[in-house]
Structures are given as structure tokens and as C-alpha cells.
């Protein structure tokens, strides 16, 4: 539920970019851990999305907001596919989601097919106002995730205690967990080892599988 109201959120904000600084493309991309991906988009074909890297990591190479005229004219992009495609694109202007820390955690940028002049000042605050806006949503998002992750992990470790404590004795308390988090995981199969013969070796103390016929092949 939480996520469904920040993508909604996020649908607005590009929306509200794109009426504001009167561009027809507006993208909001997360980058986490290397890996980067589609937040919200406005007027956008997502298939063209792993395309936009360049201007992306040139946003967040440079740590602030970026702006490119005439994509065409700048040997930075002249051979990027956005640009050479049919799409034709030609405008860019990016700024980095920074949170509170400094934290870098995406982009939000506005594109157009045809060339345009180089902000104002004032567009400029503007599509950086917006940005923080975004950073601060989805620093709330991520923190409504690590939250019931974290609810989610306690529940776990509740049933299990739950389950050891009135296990009759330690190889029912076993079964009685792996059989549990194998249901939880979806797993083919859980088990519960130690190491044997000085750490060189490990030995299988309990074992759960989704068919009982196949306890032994593990």
C-alpha cells in the first residue's frame, strides 16, 4: 500500500516537471548499488530507457544538474542512440536526487526532440526544488520497505521460536524449523548444517524437502 501511494506521488511529480518546464519527456531513474531503474515516467516509451545511460551517468558523474541544448552538437551525445534513433532526441537538461546525507539516489530529467536555450535560473531551481522533493519520497519509500522487512524478520524469528520451544526435543525442534522456513522461502529444499572435522568438512544435521521421496538425494 505504501508503494502504490509513493508511485502514484512519483506519477504526479512528472507530470507537475513536465507542465512546469514545458517539455514533453520526463523521467525519474533510482540508482542503487550500481544498478539503475525506472521510477516514474511522463510521455516515455520505457523501451528506450537503458538507452538514456549517458546522460544519466554524466548527471551523476558531474554531482549537479546538467544541461544539454542541442544533444546533437555536443560530442558527449552526438552518437548516443537516443539521439541518432528515430526518436531524434535533442534536449536534456538532468539534476542528481541527493538525500539529506548526500546520498546520490538517481536522476530527474526532462528531454525534448527539438534543441531548446539552456534554463533560466529560475528553471533551473525549479527542476532541483522537484528533485529534493523526489529524493525525499524516496528515501520515505525505502524506509517504509526496511520497515516491513524488518516486522516481517521479527515474525520469522518469533514463529520459530515459537516452534523450538514446544518441540519435544532437539530433532523435532529441527524438523519443525526447516520444514518452516522451507514453506516460507519456497524453497526445494532447507537444511541446518555444521562443520565437521575441523572446518574442513560439512555434514548435514537436518534437512527439510519439499517431497519427503526427496530427503535423500540432499
Do not use: W
Given at each position: 500500500?505504501?508503494?502504490?501511494?509513493?508511485?502514484?506521488?512519483?506519477?504526479?511529480?512528472?507530470?507537475?516537471?513536465?507542465?512546469?518546464?514545458?517539455?514533453?519527456?520526463?523521467?525519474?531513474?533510482?540508482?542503487?548499488?550500481?544498478?539503475?531503474?525506472?521510477?516514474?515516467?511522463?510521455?516515455?516509451?520505457?523501451?528506450?530507457?537503458?538507452?538514456?545511460?549517458?546522460?544519466?551517468?554524466?548527471?551523476?558523474?558531474?554531482?549537479?544538474?546538467?544541461?544539454?541544448?542541442?544533444?546533437?552538437?555536443?560530442?558527449?551525445?552526438?552518437?548516443?542512440?537516443?539521439?541518432?534513433?528515430?526518436?531524434?532526441?535533442?534536449?536534456?537538461?538532468?539534476?542528481?536526487?541527493?538525500?539529506?546525507?548526500?546520498?546520490?539516489?538517481?536522476?530527474?530529467?526532462?528531454?525534448?526532440?527539438?534543441?531548446?536555450?539552456?534554463?533560466?535560473?529560475?528553471?533551473?531551481?525549479?527542476?532541483?526544488?522537484?528533485?529534493?522533493?523526489?529524493?525525499?519520497?524516496?528515501?520515505?519509500?525505502?524506509?517504509?520497505?526496511?520497515?516491513?522487512?524488518?516486522?516481517?524478520?521479527?515474525?520469522?524469528?518469533?514463529?520459530?521460536?515459537?516452534?523450538?520451544?514446544?518441540?519435544?526435543?532437539?530433532?523435532?525442534?529441527?524438523?519443525?524449523?526447516?520444514?518452516?522456513?522451507?514453506?516460507?522461502?519456497?524453497?526445494?529444499?532447507?537444511?541446518?548444517?555444521?562443520?565437521?572435522?575441523?572446518?574442513?568438512r560439512v555434514c548435514l544435521v537436518f534437512g527439510a524437502a519439499r517431497k519427503p521421496s526427496d530427503?535423500?538425494?540432499?
Amino acid at each position: 500500500m505504501a508503494d502504490t501511494a509513493h508511485t502514484d506521488e512519483f506519477r504526479h511529480i512528472v507530470r507537475t516537471v513536465a507542465r512546469m518546464m514545458d517539455v514533453p519527456l520526463v523521467m525519474i531513474v533510482a540508482s542503487e548499488n550500481g544498478r539503475k531503474s525506472m521510477v516514474s515516467q511522463f510521455g516515455f516509451d520505457t523501451t528506450l530507457f537503458p538507452t538514456c545511460a549517458d546522460f544519466g551517468d554524466h548527471t551523476l558523474g558531474l554531482g549537479r544538474t546538467l544541461v544539454v541544448p542541442d544533444a546533437l552538437q555536443d560530442p558527449r551525445f552526438a552518437d548516443c542512440p537516443l539521439v541518432t534513433s528515430e526518436l531524434g532526441l535533442r534536449f536534456y537538461a538532468g539534476t542528481p536526487l541527493i538525500d539529506a546525507s548526500g546520498h546520490v539516489l538517481g536522476t530527474l530529467c526532462t528531454l525534448d526532440q527539438k534543441s531548446r536555450a539552456p534554463l533560466t535560473p529560475d528553471q533551473t531551481a525549479t527542476l532541483e526544488d522537484m528533485a529534493r522533493l523526489v529524493a525525499d519520497r524516496m528515501v520515505m519509500q525505502r524506509s517504509n520497505r526496511a520497515l516491513i522487512k524488518a516486522g516481517q524478520r521479527d515474525a520469522i524469528r518469533r514463529k520459530l521460536l515459537e516452534l523450538v520451544v514446544e518441540a519435544p526435543d532437539f530433532e523435532s525442534a529441527c524438523a519443525a524449523a526447516m520444514h518452516h522456513l522451507r514453506a516460507l522461502s519456497g524453497a526445494e529444499f532447507c537444511g541446518l548444517f555444521r562443520l565437521a572435522d575441523g572446518g574442513q568438512r560439512v555434514c548435514l544435521v537436518f534437512g527439510a524437502a519439499r517431497k519427503p521421496s526427496d530427503q535423500a538425494d540432499f
